[in-house]
């Protein structure tokens, strides 16, 4: 008997003192996902990479308001919402601990103000995913005057831009041989 108490405490412990001392974390470990509003366009490129839908995008024309939303209790941790960001607005933080005493507290909302169509006037895209496209631009190396003379055309709503394409192309034009 003292035989294997004297292995026992030579062994040490065998678990973690958690939660009474903090849990170790090994490097790349996926929590929480920590969202920055101020950093993302709403451009829903994480809400169509997630898989359990735990995000969500509603569009609200006719407040011209855009709502982006995670809901950590279906989230999975996957981390394809940091994968596909472009702004690195998502980030999947070390924070695992989610307990909370209300089921509404795992909701995370953003909401965005959306741009007007230059044409129809109807709210179409979000303000800061055409000023991100127009940063793109100028980073790209078109010149700021350039970028802002195509700024008119970002503004422009797919429907109003299908219409002036089609009042551009003269009847029967794609009907001739020839022309693709």
């Known amino acids: 008997m003292f035989k294997l108490l004297k292995i026992i405490s030579k ?8 939660p009474f001392a903090p849990m170790p974390i090994s490097p790349g470990f996926r929590g929480k996902p920590e969202y920055k509003a101020e950093q993302c366009i ?3 490129a994480c809400v169509t990479a997630c898989p359990p839908n735990a995000l969500s995008m509603r569009t609200n024309t006719a407040e011209g308001k855009r709502t982006w939303q ?18 690195h607005a998502i980030v999947l933080s070390p924070d695992f601990e989610l ?14 103000s959306l741009t007007d169509c230059a044409a129809c006037g109807t709210p179409f895209a979000p303000t800061k995913e055409i000023d991100y496209a127009v940063a793109l631009m100028v980073q790209s190396g078109l010149s700021a005057s350039e970028a802002v003379a195509m700024r008119a055309h970002f503004e422009t709503c797919p429907d109003c831009k299908r219409k002036l394409a089609l009042a551009s192309v003269e009847p029967g034009q794609y009907l001739r041989r020839g022309n693709p």
């Open 99 to 112: 307990a909370v005493g209300n089921k509404q507290d795992l909701l995370q909302t953003a909401c965005f």
């Open 42 to 44: 709403a451009c829903a």
């Open 11 to 18: 062994a040490g412990e065998a678990t973690e003192k958690y």
């Open 70 to 87: 995670l809901n950590l209790g279906r989230c999975i941790f996957c981390g394809r919402c940091e994968e596909v960001c472009p702004t």
